[in-house]
């Protein structure tokens, strides 16, 4: 008999989640593929611990780990053009993979909405690489900043960052940044009142999709730690020492973006998906594209009410991957459901706002329920002595494999 060719494009939550759940499902006469741009999968929720010089592999997890005595196939290559019609997709390496049923995961960019300077000059916050080239540029600030004698004006601008985008990353990393550019000091016996960090937001406040008594919360614990918060400053332009925000200028070295995403690019070259004016894709109740019954999108890229969510991309992965082994046992398929999402952000070292249903919890408890969640994914994707070791030691399965290298390429 022919096998049936699932193809799963994407090595983020929504991809590993639709190759993992197929893989349990095990359908006779089916083969899983999965192809990514990357060796490892990164789990971007800990991003800002990277940034900070924690638990690095809570990012980087080879996905070799993951696939470890499962029937998937894995392939390291970056997808250029699909053809839903002729069933073929191609990869940068010049390789065609044929599919019956294909699941896009594809992710987000980030989005720098024509504002002049502003990709030269800043940080993005999307990736591993991104992450380590900052770390790495936040000692080097303070390494320069150790040198320099008496010129204070030159002090202040170095140890300046400044955080655009007051969304639950530019929350999370700004709260960790007061606590951690503050141990650097230390280290570095530069003097901590140097230190400025400060984030801005177009919005009238932070967090402008939660409820007030959230953001308001949020806010207090960030000015608590040291976080300088401007709203109702939309960024206007940036410059090599120097971003301009409506009605002000601020002298920085460091400005870090987290204030925009778009779909990934290849949504739109497949030119037969219908697209929303996001960029997302247009799904039917069963989250296949549009006019196609063998194509499936999950997570940021799909035109869902929660999509751009970790949690989202992961349900999403698993209910295309039910659909599919549906489709193939010629089986009534299931309506897409919008998955309640929860809400779990860290500001600052053993501090998180945790939002359950209708209660929300503050602090200390707050971060032991995020925490929590770290490691209940963990366990969902990794052996449990793995899961256990990355946890609790950290301890990095990646220490030889060159993925935690920064990128050389450096435009800053």
Not at 38 to 52: C, D, G
Not at 79 to 108: C, E, M, N, Q, T
Not at 336 to 350: N, W
Request: proline share 3%; glycine share 8%; with cysteine.
């Amino acid at each position: 008999m022919t096998n049936n060719k699932i193809l799963i494009v994407g090595g983020g939550f929504g991809g590993i989640s639709a190759a993992l759940t197929l893989e349990k499902e095990n359908i006779s006469n089916t083969e899983i593929a999965l192809i990514s741009d990357k060796s490892h999968f990164e789990y971007k929720p800990a991003l800002y611990r990277v940034v900070t010089g924690r638990s690095p592999l809570e990012v980087c997890i080879p996905i070799s780990e993951i696939f470890e005595k499962k029937n998937i196939a894995f392939a390291l290559d970056a997808i250029k053009s699909v053809d839903p019609l002729k069933k073929i997709a191609r990869g940068a390496s010049g390789a065609d993979y044929k599919f019956d049923y294909l699941v896009l995961a594809l992710g987000s960019e980030t989005a720098y909405f024509n504002i002049p300077g502003l990709e030269k000059f800043s940080f993005s916050f999307k990736s591993i690489s991104e992450a380590m080239r900052l770390k790495m540029h936040l000692h080097d600030l303070f390494i320069e900043c150790k040198k320099l004698k008496n010129n204070q004006d030159e002090k202040v601008c170095l140890l300046q960052v400044v955080v655009v985008g007051a969304g639950p990353s530019g929350i999370e990393l700004s709260g960790e940044l007061a606590i951690f550019m503050k141990r650097l000091a230390q280290e570095y016996g530069v003097d901590q009142s140097l230190i400025s960090i400060d984030l801005i937001e177009a919005a009238p406040s932070i967090l402008p999709a939660f409820p007030e008594r959230i953001s308001k919360k949020i806010a207090h614990r960030l000015r608590h730690i040291g976080v300088n918060i401007f709203t109702n400053r939309s960024m206007t332009k940036e410059e090599i020492e120097q971003i301009s925000i409506r009605g002000m200028t601020m002298k920085t070295e460091t400005v870090i973006w987290t204030a925009g995403v778009k779909s990934n690019y290849l949504y739109k070259s497949i030119g037969c998906l219908l697209l929303d004016e996001k960029g997302r894709v247009i799904v039917d109740e069963f989250l296949r594209a549009k006019r196609f019954e063998n194509v499936f999108i999950v997570g940021d890229g799909a035109a869902t009410a929660n999509s751009g969510m970790a949690q989202t991309a992961i349900y999403d992965g698993q209910a295309a991957a039910e659909n599919i082994s549906r489709l193939i046992m010629n089986k009534p398929l299931k309506t897409y459901r919008q998955k309640k999402v929860y809400y779990a952000l860290p500001v600052g070292p053993g501090w998180a706002s945790v939002s359950l249903d209708f209660i929300t919890l503050y602090g200390s408890i707050g971060w032991l329920l995020r925490r929590f969640v770290d490691f209940r994914y963990f366990l969902s994707i990794l052996p449990v002595q793995k899961a256990v070791t990355v946890f609790r030691r950290g301890e990095n399965l990646c220490d030889t494999c060159g993925i935690c290298q920064p990128e050389t390429n450096n435009s800053i």
